[in-house]
């Protein structure tokens, strides 16, 4: 299995473009479900993830066009099989956005229960439970969830908990139904307004995406769309985290700055230099990284996707950071491999206590999910000698091209057997 070998100790250096965003790229492929014509797509991150949900929709009938360049056709021109089997919903949790859209064109799906993960319980309660007040009959059999409707009915939905692929799934579902559904403590962030906007581009009707109550006016049919993906704001995140970290300078390009404004705030907080203009983003560290304390919140709070690369910023960081995480229940498990990397981290129920060390040195580590995986490139980054992770498919889930823009960057770093 492939492991990532770096060798640390260098600061980052120079121009990296930011790929299309993973958490919209896949919400927005699962519009495609939702008409028969074509949706043409731009700016489609080349990731594990991607490849997940077109082969996953390539099972129920979709034709998928290859990937060149960015660009991802998608057309469901008939939909054979509204099925998410198992196989593949267990190595991707995001192919439960499915659901919606096949029960909204097909009047029934079958779509597998994601099971546990390596970051908490996670369940979709909220997706079923949304979906019934449209007027959908949801058993679950052997592991599957079984839905069906004769034609969705748009509802009243007040959600529990704020979940983002449970607004999307729903958002995706409303689209096609009969009346208009309201959607209160609906999730506020990019990619949901993302979605939004390809969904608008086919013809939806719907008002208030990226506030908490969004108004979906359902319509007979949607049509096809030529529609560019955002740019990705963790993968964005991540890069600005580890140069900090580093105490480098990076250019950013196609990135998309209004929407990482809690991360810019954390760290300029650290002591960053950042200048942004309207798709760039340009950061600074001419010094030792303070360490910075946060709690984190759905958008536009800080994102829990990226607390583990703070974590990682404020091992080597001057002073200690107190690091909140509210969203999932176990997501700690990279501050036990940051230890093994020599960092002083003590974990108090939900929040782990950082104290920054002078120097973290390279040793062997193990990723346990994506952004853990980031956390361990930022830190081996960081480390003195060789740190070689193990278990890195996590980061071919949702980094495109890792290593090599990080050896565009003076990184050296390398993919190993
Ligand atoms: C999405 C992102 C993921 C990010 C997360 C939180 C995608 C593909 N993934 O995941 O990268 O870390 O948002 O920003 O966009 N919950 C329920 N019932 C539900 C659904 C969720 O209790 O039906 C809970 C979850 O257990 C969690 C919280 O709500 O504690 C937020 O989860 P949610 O926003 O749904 O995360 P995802 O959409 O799965």
Avoid: W
């Avoid at 896949?26 to 991607?50: R, Y």
């Avoid at 985290?241 to 950013?252: E, F, M, Q």
């Amino acid at each position: 299995m492939d492991k990532l070998l770096i060798t640390g100790g260098r600061p980052l250096s120079g121009e990296v473009r930011v790929s299309g965003a993973k958490n919209a790229a896949l919400p927005i492929m699962c519009a495609a479900l939702l008409t028969d014509q074509p949706l043409e797509l731009d700016n489609v991150p080349k990731l594990m993830d991607v490849r997940t949900m077109a082969k996953l929709l390539g099972l129920m009938g979709v034709q998928v066009g290859p990937q060149a360049d960015g660009r991802l056709q998608l057309q469901a021109a008939q939909i054979k099989d509204p099925v998410a089997g198992y196989e593949l919903v267990k190595t991707m949790r995001a192919s439960v956005l499915v659901l919606g859209p096949l029960l909204a064109r097909c009047g029934r799906a079958k779509v597998s229960l994601p099971g546990g993960c390596a970051i908490g319980a996670r369940p979709v309660d909220q997706h079923v439970k949304g979906l019934q007040g449209m007027g959908a009959v949801i058993t679950v059999e052997h592991g599957y969830m079984n839905a069906s409707a004769k034609r969705l009915k748009g509802a009243r939905i007040v959600m529990d908990v704020v979940t983002v692929t449970g607004t999307e799934n729903l958002m995706l579902a409303a689209c096609l139904a009969e009346g208009t559904t309201v959607l209160e403590n609906a999730a506020r962030e990019p990619e949901v307004v993302d979605l939004a906007n390809c969904l608008k581009a086919m013809g939806a009707r719907i008002e208030g995406a990226g506030t908490d109550v969004i108004r979906i006016e359902g319509v007979g049919s949607l049509s096809g769309a030529k529609y560019r993906v955002m740019p990705d704001r963790i993968e964005s995140g991540t890069y600005l985290a580890a140069t900090a970290a580093t105490s480098g300078k990076l250019r950013l390009t196609h990135a998309a700055p209004q929407t990482l404004s809690a991360t810019l705030e954390k760290l300029r907080e650290a002591g960053a230099d950042i200048a942004v203009t309207q798709d760039s983003i340009l950061i600074e560290m001419a010094r030792r990284p303070r360490a910075v304390s946060l709690s984190t919140a759905p958008y536009p709070g800080l994102a829990t996707d990226m607390q583990a690369q703070f974590m990682a910023l404020d091992c080597i960081a001057s002073g200690t950071g107190q690091i909140t995480e509210t969203i999932f229940e176990n997501r700690f498990m990279h501050a036990l491999e940051l230890q093994r990397l020599g960092a002083d981290i003590s974990i108090h129920d939900k929040t782990a206590v950082v104290k920054g060390v002078e120097r973290l040195q390279g040793a062997r580590v193990m990723a346990t999910d994506l952004r853990a995986s980031a956390s361990l490139v930022v830190a081996g980054l960081i480390a003195q000698g060789e740190t070689l992770i193990d278990r890195i498919y996590h980061l071919d889930r949702g980094y495109e091209g890792l290593e090599h823009k990080l050896s565009s960057l003076g990184a050296k770093i390398a993919r190993v057997r």
